[in-house]
């Protein structure tokens, strides 16, 4: 039985390069991780009094970073902390477009709202490293 399927599949191996090539070239990959790119950049709080005046500014640590990948908005699709300098990085990435925010947690904002700063970024290379500008975030006092 097994050498009948062997010679079978033998009749039809002229048909194996062109299925690995079809295969091999036709797939696209999305916006997401698999990829070799990297999207990293600084966050800072800025500490503001109500007339707007910045009084403080350190580096945020362990605050959350988000990213959506390609033109979803209804959800992120990862989060990553920064770090004790306030740096963040999301790696393995492929081309394509990406948005990059932050909150802040401001119990004091007006009107109980809470900071939000959004990148956009575009990976066109596939070893691409972008470091986005540092994002700020305002955090009244």
Known sequence: ?????????????????IITFSLLFSCTKSEGIGGKAVIKGNVVVDN??????????????????YIIYGDQNNTYDDDIN???????????????????????DCATCPKGQDSLVKKSVSISSRKQVIEIDTIHIVNFI
């Open 48 to 65: 503001t009094d109500a007339l707007g005046n910045i009084i403080a500014s350190y580096n945020a640590q362990e605050l959350n970073v």
């Open 1 to 17: 039985m097994l050498i009948n399927c062997l010679l079978k599949m033998m009749k039809y191996k002229f048909l194996l390069p």
């Open 82 to 104: 920064t770090s004790h300098d306030g740096s963040f990085e999301f790696k393995y990435l492929n081309k394509g477009d990406y948005e990059v925010f932050v909150y802040s």
